[in-house]
């Protein structure tokens, strides 16, 4: 069945570091792609999007690009802050939209 | 607060207890989606409601998971006979689906803060 694969976390950075969080999936067909943020105490949240192969999901600075060659849509942004820090899921859409399946998230703890 | 609210947000209770969890969802979204979440796990996936009906369970909804969405607005998600492997975070989404596939859907669902669930 469909499924992502995320890195394992925690990953820790200091502000301004670049970010890289790899994501790899295994689905029929092709599934749009996304990027979820769960802040401390909130629930979770669409960080970006992509629909289609070779398109780019960008939204506060972070970006993926729907890879389907490499089946992968990596997370990246070139300067974290503080206020980054958060659990980031990969989901894939399963079905047409009908579910989202998720990675087991990265944990991101950015230090000042 | 027009977002997807949950009650109750924590519900610790003893094994073999019934427990019932309520959600409401953005008001004009069609779908509402059950999830479950363990500890450093992503999100599961448990069920899905079209308006009122229920559309697809997962092999994880075991037969003590009953879900239903009576009115099409909110939902229920009982769980009988408690164990202590139900513990877990349950996640309530919703989303509006127009039809016509992925052509004019956003797929994004919006989630509620989730009801952590405790089995003593």
């Known amino acids: 069945g469909d499924s992502v694969t995320q890195m394992e976390g925690p990953v820790t950075l200091s502000e301004e570091a670049f970010l890289t969080i790899n994501c790899t999936y295994t689905?029929?067909?092709?599934?749009?792609l996304f990027w979820y943020v769960q802040y401390p105490g909130e629930g979770l949240q669409l960080l970006l999007k992509?629909?289609?192969?070779?398109d780019k999901g960008s939204n506060k600075g972070f970006e993926a690009t729907y890879r389907k060659e490499t089946t992968s849509f990596h997370l990246e942004k070139g300067s974290v802050q503080v206020s980054d820090s958060a659990v980031y899921f990969c989901?894939?859409?399963?079905?047409?939209?009908?579910?989202?399946?998720f990675g087991a998230g990265t944990r991101l703890a950015v230090h000042p | 607060d027009t977002g997807v609210s949950q009650d109750p947000r924590h519900k610790i209770t003893k094994r073999g207890q019934n427990v019932t969890f309520r959600c409401d969802p953005i008001s004009e979204h069609n779908r509402l989606y059950w999830y479950r979440q363990t500890l450093g796990q992503g999100p599961e996936f448990l069920t899905y409601?079209?308006?009122?009906?229920?559309?697809?369970k997962s092999r994880l909804l075991s037969d003590r998971f009953s879900a239903e969405r009576p009115k099409g607005s909110f939902s229920t998600l009982e769980i009988q006979r408690t164990e202590q492997g139900d513990s877990a975070m349950y996640l309530c989404a919703s989303s509006y689906n127009r039809g016509g596939g992925v052509a004019v859907n956003t797929g994004e669902l919006f989630f509620g803060e989730g009801s952590r669930l405790t089995v003593l």
């Open positions: 989901a894939l859409g399963s079905g047409g939209y009908n579910k989202l399946i």
């Open positions: 409601f079209q308006n009122e009906a229920q559309l697809e």
């Open positions: 689905a029929t067909g092709y599934p749009s």
């Open positions: 992509a629909t289609k192969a070779d």
